[in-house]
T-cell receptor
Framework: NAGVTQTPKFQVLKTGQSMTLQCAQDMNHEYMSWYRQDPGMGLRLIHYSVGAGITDQGEVPNGYNVSRSTTEDFPLRLLSAAPSQTSVYFC???????????FGQGTRLTVV | GENVEQHPSTLSVQEGDSAVIKCTYSDSASNYFPWYKQELGKGPQLIIDIRSNVGEKKDQRIAVTLNKTAKHFSLHITETQPEDSAVYFCAASASRGSTLGRLYFGRGTQLTVWP
């Protein structure tokens, strides 16, 4: 079982560039979410989805877009990268809201 | 929204000793409290969770206690081993309202177990 797969593992961007962080899960989970992890800040919710075609904002959504065209995939798009978006990004999925969340291995993003 | 406070931020113990990490939450609607362990370079992994209808749950060397009246919950690790060294996160989630099912995390505790 692959679980939650994130690509890439590492990425360096220049300020102003755009990119998409990929997230795929093979557990047929309805609920998926994106978090960013910064030193001393824990995990903060960026966007989440309760099923295909449905997305909503979390605590820190500015500068990010998401879409959910299939149950399996939940990509996160950075529209115009800024140094403040330097962080480690985690995708997670769960069978339902309030159920165990399974996390991917993370994407370490540096914006210079 | 929910606010989860976690203490301490760092914790060092000798192998074999016990470790306790404490969290408080603010939203009385929260009823699901998971604990995650994050090893270096990896994503968080659930180690134990508790729901508001119980006060304590154990799984081998790990236990979690919940006091709903005081809005705090704690992680207890007994007979610590070097492989317990990691960052631990508590979280809270509500079963109703506009934040249904969203996980709110504490800031994490770096646990170091010295051999």
């Amino acid at each position: 079982n692959a679980g939650v797969t994130q690509t890439p593992k590492f990425q360096v961007l220049k300020t102003g560039q755009s990119m998409t962080l990929q997230c795929a899960q093979d557990m047929n989970h309805e609920y998926m979410s994106w978090y960013r992890q910064d030193p001393g800040m824990g995990l903060r919710l960026i966007h989440y989805s309760v099923g295909a075609g449905i997305t909503d904002q979390g605590e820190v959504p500015n500068g990010y877009n998401v879409s959910r065209s299939t149950t399996e995939d939940f990509p996160l798009r950075l529209l115009s990268a800024a140094p403040s978006q330097t962080s480690v990004y985690f995708c997670a999925s769960s069978f339902d809201r309030g159920a165990e969340a399974f996390f991917g291995q993370g994407t370490r993003l540096t914006v210079v | 929204g929910e606010n989860v406070e976690q203490h301490p931020s760092t914790l060092s113990v000798q192998e074999g000793d016990s470790a306790v990490i404490k969290c408080t939450y603010s939203d009385s609607a929260s009823n699901y409290f998971p604990w995650y362990k994050q090893e270096l370079g990896k994503g968080p992994q659930l180690i134990i969770d508790i729901r508001s209808n119980v006060g304590e749950k154990k799984d081998q060397r790990i236990a979690v206690t919940l006091n709903k009246t005081a809005k705090h919950f704690s992680l207890h690790i007994t007979e610590t081993q070097p492989e317990d060294s990691a960052v631990y996160f508590c979280a809270a989630s509500a079963s109703r309202g506009s934040t249904l099912g969203r996980l709110y995390f504490g800031r994490g505790t770096q646990l170091t177990v010295w051999p």
